[in-house]
């Protein structure tokens, strides 16, 4: 169980270049390429895309703490060091703050006044914007992105420094300052990253409604998190670190919490799309029909790209995860984590991207150079991250020894 | 004997006595056997060779009939025996017969499932032959029993009785049908 100091230290460098060398090409691209808005945006995805998992395995702390699980405890402290993430993820986030205020609009378009609306005036002149302007505007869109990273960086030194005191002293007091943590952060979690899909993506189309879009990016969150947890898992069990601490039914356990967010993502996003297609408002049905149709009718990228999340991010998962075999077995729970991840990308992608939009207001395709500059920030973004994590490593024991419940997450049992 | 047998039981004292004899009945073979405990002993359905139930599987009908069952209920009423447009939606489509359908699978997966526990176990069950046995309920405080049943094909007499001699068993008991 003993971790030397330097066992990550050399995967760790490797992460480290791969994602300062993301980074610069999206930095480059940013520069040179003729298309900048889809650059920025692929950028956002890509920052979207971490601070999700970040939020996810922030939620799975705090959801542990306050069921006073016990399973969970010898993969607790994984996450925790994922946490290590956020403080780098608000330094990567700030290049499109910094944008939003030296470029307004550029990403965000109701922050431009003189944004020309597509059929109908500028922002400024447009009723929809002047009634939402007391809630979208940059002075609260800046205040609002510092709450949410502070709460974020604050909430993960509290669940961190208590976790991580206890390896040392054994005090169980840790574990319920833990668990008041988590009863404060819970609901505060809950509306940071609510806020910050408003913000962050959903204002990308101002005009629109939807009171499932917080729990939609909730439920991406929890996936990202739970697919990350399994692949850390796999990765600790492989290299010997979690021999003899994982059993099957870690495995077991995990997977029946991936197979019920599963369903949980479905329900709010199906319920998300038939409610707008029930109802049949135009002031909701565009944000689809930008994801369906073009202007003439015909049918565009995004249609193929919305079922292939239909059936990628719902049908596929749930029958894969139904299986015991497949949830207990670590390669095939392995790839499943790595397909859900895949998708929850082109998710993040099928909710933002769509805001670039050609001379008769339709979207832009989904296969374009957009693309790469959404694998270079997710490889930027993601190295950085994974940096961040194999430091925190070392720097603790592997899991929380002293925890009153390890012993019982040890012996874990169906 | 006048009466038919219905099996051999044999008495074991410990935990790991009563692991080691599971293992050892498991690999001669047996399949119509049981092990009575007084509390769970995890790892014992491995020792006993015992496979996964079949219960999710039943489940999983029970659910595809479900869904069936919705989406063809929608389709039916609407758009073949009396068709209706409603808010000018079309006759059929899966997005309003979603939500009915998923109910329905959600109703029949639970359906199959309780149906399908209780028919697996095989309970409520009233009468069982080993509860003849006067010292049976020294199962549910601390002792344990291995019962193998007459009608398993392996099953005799005298074979049976020196298989569970070897594994350690103490008064071994032929049980009243």
New interface residues.
Partial sequence: MSTPANSTAAPAGKALTIGLIGLAVTALAALLAPEKHGVALSYLVGVSYWTAIAIGMLLMILIHHITDASWSVVIRRQWEHGLAAFKWLFVLFLPLLILAWIKPGFVWPWMDKTHVLHGHGTVGTDILYLKKEGFLNIYTFTIMTLVFFGSWVWLSARLRKASFTQDSDGDVQWTYKNRFNAAIGLPIAALTLTFAAIYWIKSLEYHWFSTMYGVWFFANCARGALCGGVLIMVWLLNRGDYKGIINTNHFHSIGMLMLAFTVFWAYVT?SQ??LI??A?VPEETFWYNLRELNHDGTTNQWWYVGLVILFGHFVIPFCAL?S?RFKVTPHIIRRIACWVLTIILIDLCYNILPALKDEHGDSLPFLSINLLWVLTSVIGVGGICIWAYLKSFPTTKLIPIRDPRVGESLTH?E | MAAPSYGLIATFETAPEIYHAAELVRDAGYKNWDVIAPCPL?GLDKAMGLK?SIV?RIS?AGGLTGFCTGMSLIWWTGAYDYKLIV???PLFSP??A??VSYELTILFTAFATIIGMFVVNGLPRHYHPVLKYDQIKRGLDDTFFIVIEARDPRFNLANTTALLAKAGGKSIKELEA
Wanted: no cysteine.
């Fill in positions: 199906f799309y038939f297609w029930n049949n139904l015991y049992h | 995890h996964r999710p999983l808010g000018g939606k997005m309003f979603f939500p």
